[in-house]
């Protein structure tokens, strides 16, 4: 793996040009697309979380490492579907109706993306049939619902109760989250997780998949 | 343009403390503001109920509690005024009714408590900016815009005495900038985008509030901008010196809202407020400790400093031993007004001034860019300059030189990571081009998905 550490110093600095052409590199030499992602490339954004968590990086550094790795990805991906490989789980997310804060909601966003997730981001103050249409066009294992007030919080159980109606299945599994939000809000509402902050948020949607991929 | 401020209203350390303004405003039941005393601001909020039309009789009573409440604790303390403050929730803005109906009966407690109790009032209105709801945001037309003017027009009728927003051009692309860490796209959205749309918005606002001889137009915040990124550095997502920078910056689209006609009193949570009394003379509203219902504050005791309204942000209706929550911070604030009022009617209201400064100085960047003395520095930079987007520059490059002679003199301590950020924000402010135009060129062609020059009336360019 002669071009690991430089494409880990290219994540972990944020470098999105430099990612992108090493992983060509990569490539390029012979290393299986798999193993690049699941081996180098995603343990690098693991020790992105781990310097954010440990408040060495803040956000910015966060999430131009995220933006590293897409650019790596984007030269990846086409190996990775040739070779049929499929991502982590796919995952809507979306701040629910009546909301409009999107800040945490594009940061969670990020990281599951660079944990490697499918990630279709429906924006703010998203109606319960816009996560059902979602949930069925981009066949996702998890949805993820933010909320910042606690007036709109109530929207998050309309929404799971929405989805159970319309027939999504169980293992579609809701994650939850926002600074208003709480573990104990979470289990009243039926979802299936909770986490205050975007690193535990991809642990937890890893946790959801229960080990498997999509 | 109504007032081009090439001065300072408020030049002399002296002349820049809580309770009095150049300009003191009249509203309301015969409340003045800035005209001798701190008075509270009461602001208030729903607990956790689903607004919608099933549930709309519920949201009546929980306002209807609040008023009657609020007011009879005022009354109770004595309070020699009070401004109640009502957000609108984006709901109660995109049904336009909905808020002047609130409107009407908090104003209805307000009126009874006048006529029967003399309580000096004023009842604050500030719809919800949905402009926002589309990407890019549609800010100059369109459905949203439509019911928020709507809401202005219906609150005024229904008796709102002081009109406020918490506007959100350029916000589209400061998050950006905010979550990338990357300067010129902050300086793009704080000095080229929003001093525009505060312009055309407050042009709009003014008209609203002149259709009711009793209602002013107060002021704006830079809520979304400032203290996104000051409750980011509190998560220590962004860093402290990053959020103190953009305090002041923040202040120069604030302003715009006084040039096209805005009197005061600004909304409580724009903190960039001081700059603003110190340029305008016009009253203002801040929030410190007394928000922490609502949110932390590393600037809890310095805010209070210069202002003329003392607010706590938001509360839930919820109940507390003591009564409901919203009475409760009534008695708080008042308490804190009463405090502030006796010190100055015995001649030491620069001496709780600056105890209150010095409490909080300098142990955060964001209230060593808060102090009296830094007001006038940063407001000073400001009016120096011509024009938005390099009064902007100006107010980022005097709050980096105060953090920075703060730190060398040993009295501000930064983090090693805190020390690497003022340097880079450094290197960037002094590398900016000079003119707007280069800029806003460097943004469109690298952020350009993010936001309408339509919107900003920048189309064609």
């Known amino acids: 793996m002669s071009q690991s550490e430089p494409l880990l110093e290219?994540?972990?600095?944020?470098?999105?040009?430099?990612?992108?052409?090493?992983?060509?590199?990569?490539?390029?030499?012979?290393?299986?697309?798999?193993?690049?992602?699941?081996?180098?490339?995603?343990?690098?954004?693991d020790e992105v979380g781990r310097l954010f968590e440990c408040e060495e990086y803040f956000v910015p550094e966060l999430l131009l490492s995220g933006r590293a790795m897409r650019a790596a990805l984007e030269v990846v991906r086409p190996r990775l579907v040739a070779a049929g490989a499929q991502?982590?789980?796919?995952?809507?997310?979306?701040?629910?109706?009546?909301?409009?804060?999107?800040?945490?909601?594009?940061?969670?966003?990020?990281?599951?993306?660079?944990?490697g997730f499918e990630v279709h981001d429906l924006g703010a103050d998203v109606p319960p049939e816009r996560f059902i249409d979602a949930i069925r066009e981009h066949k996702a294992d998890i949805v993820a619902l933010s909320a910042l007030l606690t007036v709109t919080m109530?929207?998050?159980?309309?929404?799971?109760?929405?989805?159970?109606?319309?027939?999504?299945?169980?293992?579609?599994?809701?994650?939850?989250?926002?600074?208003?939000?709480?573990?104990?809000?979470?289990?009243?509402?039926?979802?299936?997780?909770?986490?205050?902050?975007?690193?535990?948020?991809?642990?937890l949607a890893r946790r959801l998949m229960g080990g498997r991929t999509t | 343009m109504r007032n081009e401020y090439k001065h300072l209203a408020i030049s002399d350390l002296s002349g820049?403390?809580?309770?009095?303004?150049?300009?003191?405003?009249?509203?309301?039941?015969?409340?003045?503001?800035?005209?001798?005393?701190?008075?509270?601001?009461?602001?208030?909020t729903l607990p956790a109920i689903e607004v919608c039309a099933a549930n709309w009789n519920r949201v009546l009573e929980h306002y209807d509690e609040i008023g009657r409440n609020v007011v009879a604790r005022a009354v109770a303390l004595r309070a020699p005024g009070v401004v109640l403050e009502f957000e609108l929730l984006p709901a109660m803005t995109e049904t336009p009714e909905w808020g002047a109906e609130i409107t009407a009966l908090l104003k209805r407690h307000l009126r009874t408590a006048h006529e029967k109790h003399g309580l000096k009032s004023a009842l604050r209105v500030t719809p919800t900016d949905i402009r926002d709801q589309v990407k890019p945001p549609v800010l100059r037309s369109g459905q949203p815009w439509e019911r928020l003017r709507r809401s202005f027009e219906l609150c005024v009728a229904a008796g709102g005495d002081i009109l406020s927003i918490e506007s959100v051009g350029g916000k589209e692309l400061h998050d950006y900038g905010l979550m990338y860490g990357d300067l010129r796209a902050i300086v793009c959205a704080l000095g080229v985008l929003a001093p525009r749309d505060m312009a055309w918005l407050w042009d709009q606002i003014v008209e609203?509030?002149?259709?009711?001889?009793?209602?002013?137009?107060?002021?704006?915040?830079?809520?979304?901008?400032?203290?996104?990124?000051m409750q980011l550095a509190h998560q220590k997502m962004l860093p402290e010196v990053l959020a103190a920078v953009v305090r002041a910056m923040s202040a120069v689209r604030s302003l715009v809202a006084f040039e096209r006609g805005a009197q005061g009193p600004s909304k409580d949570c724009a903190y960039e407020g001081p700059v603003i009394k110190a340029i305008t003379g016009c009253p203002i509203a801040m929030e410190g400790k007394s928000a922490t219902c609502a949110h932390f504050s590393p600037v809890g005791n310095i805010a209070a400093a210069m202002c003329d309204l003392w607010s706590n942000e938001s509360v839930q209706n919820v109940r507390l031993l003591a009564g409901n929550a919203p009475e409760a911070y009534?008695?708080?604030?008042?308490?804190?007004?009463?405090?502030?009022?006796?010190?100055?009617?015995r001649g030491q209201a620069l001496v709780m001034r600056d105890w209150m400064t010095e409490s909080d100085e300098w142990l955060s960047p964001q209230a060593a860019v808060l102090s009296p003395a830094a007001t006038l520095r940063i407001a000073q930079a400001i009016v120096a300059e011509s024009n938005p987007y390099r009064r902007t520059l100006a107010a980022g490059r005097t709050a980096a030189a105060i953090l920075r002679e703060g730190h060398t003199a040993g009295l501000l301590a930064l983090?090693?990571?805190?020390?690497?950020?003022?340097?880079?924000?450094?290197?960037?402010?002094?590398?900016?081009?000079?003119?707007?135009?280069?800029?806003?060129?460097?943004?469109?062609?690298?952020?350009?998905?993010?936001?309408?020059?339509?919107?900003?009336?920048?189309?064609?360019?």
């Open chain 2, 16 to 44: 820049l403390r809580y309770g009095v303004a150049p300009k003191p405003v009249r509203c309301g039941n015969e409340l003045q503001i800035g005209a001798g005393q701190v008075l509270p601001e009461v602001n208030f």
């Open chain 2, 415 to 461: 983090a090693p990571r805190e020390r690497q950020w003022l340097g880079r924000i450094e290197d960037e402010l002094s590398g900016m081009p000079e003119q707007e135009d280069a800029l806003l060129a460097a943004m469109r062609d690298e952020q350009g998905s993010l936001f309408d020059l339509r919107s900003y009336g920048l189309a064609g360019q």
């Open chain 1, 87 to 115: 991502p982590m789980g796919r995952v809507v997310i979306g701040t629910v109706k009546g909301d409009l804060h999107d800040i945490g909601k594009n940061l969670v966003s990020s990281m599951l993306e660079g944990g």
């Open chain 1, 10 to 45: 290219a994540i972990l600095n944020g470098d999105a040009k430099a990612a992108a052409a090493l992983a060509g590199a990569a490539l390029e030499s012979g290393m299986d697309p798999l193993e690049l992602v699941t081996k180098l490339m995603i343990p690098a954004m």
């Open chain 1, 154 to 203: 109530p929207a998050m159980k309309t929404t799971i109760e929405a989805l159970r109606q319309a027939g999504v299945p169980d293992n579609v599994k809701v994650m939850v989250g926002g600074a208003p939000v709480t573990q104990q809000f979470a289990n009243e509402i039926g979802a299936d997780g909770y986490s205050d902050n975007a690193t535990s948020a991809v642990a």
């Open chain 2, 330 to 345: 009534t008695e708080l604030l008042t308490y804190d007004c009463r405090l502030m009022n006796v010190a100055a009617a």
């Open chain 2, 208 to 229: 609203a509030a002149a259709a009711n001889p009793n209602a002013i137009p107060g002021g704006d915040t830079a809520c979304g901008f400032a203290n996104t990124a």
